[in-house]
T-cell receptor, first 112, second 111 residues
Framework: DAGVIQSPRHEVTEMGQEVTLRCKPISGHNSLFWYRQTMMRGLELLIYFNNNVPIDDSGMPEDRFSAKMPNASFSTLKIQPSEPRDSAVYFC??????????FGPGTRLTVT | SQQGEEDPQALSIQEGENATMNCSYKTSINNLQWYRQNSGRGLVHLILIRSNEREKHSGRLRVTLDTSKKSSSLLITASRAADTASYFCATDALGFQKLVFGTGTRLLVSP
């Protein structure tokens, strides 16, 4: 298995633009997690899905952030409009049984 | 916040020495996990210890869990320069499916 795949690996965009981050979980895993990591706030859980259904989105910072999981093999995290304070590394992780999480390589987002 | 606390925040040792990192958490848990993150990379799972276990070993790693004190420790024996990374504990709380990550310990192992 190729592991969790994220794209793009790097994204540089201007304030106000829409950003879409993509994730392909490990086949057979039924839970998917989106995290954000910054020096100031550390690793934050934004949202997670179980069997493609959003379970807890309490970590989503504001309405500018949205996430979807249309099927078991694909998820997106969208920021619209983006702001400089959204600059961070965004990780996707998936989990099956046993309960350890497998992380993707991350998307480094820079909003100027 | 449910976020766990780890100490020290940073640790610098020489190759061959042992490294000990501690983690405290706030809620009852199903299990506690340790992850490693190399600079610029995603987190990698190292070891999981269940709430009914007190100690677990994996290679040069030794993890202990004290649920009465809500704390855990990770010991890396005979450290190597390649062990340089950040180490995070994460708790899998009862009734939840998500992990709550600690603040991390940055370990530097010098040759």
């Amino acid at each position: 298995d190729a592991g969790v795949i994220q794209s793009p690996r790097h994204e540089v965009t201007e304030m106000g633009q829409e950003v879409t981050l993509r994730c392909k979980p490990i086949s057979g895993h039924n839970s998917l997690f989106w995290y954000r990591q910054t020096m100031m706030r550390g690793l934050e859980l934004l949202i997670y899905f179980n069997n493609n259904v959003p379970i807890d989105d309490s970590g989503m910072p504001e309405d500018r952030f949205s996430a979807k999981m249309p099927n078991a093999s694909f998820s997106t995290l969208k920021i619209q409009p983006s702001e400089p304070r959204d600059s961070a590394v965004y990780f996707c992780a998936s989990r099956g049984e046993p309960p350890e999480q497998y992380f993707g390589p991350g998307t480094r987002l820079t909003v100027t | 916040s449910q976020q766990g606390e780890e100490d020290p925040q940073a640790l610098s040792i020489q190759e061959g020495e042992n490294a000990t990192m501690n983690c405290s958490y706030k809620t009852s848990i199903n299990n506690l996990q340790w992850y490693r993150q190399n600079s610029g990379r995603g987190l990698v799972h190292l070891i999981l210890i269940r709430s009914n276990e007190r100690e677990k070993h994996s290679g040069r790693l030794r993890v202990t869990l004290d649920t009465s004190k809500k704390s855990s420790s990770l010991l890396i024996t005979a450290s190597r320069a390649a062990d340089t990374a950040s180490y995070f504990c994460a708790t899998d709380a009862l009734g939840f499916q998500k992990l709550v990550f600690g603040t991390g310990t940055r370990l530097l192992v010098s040759p």
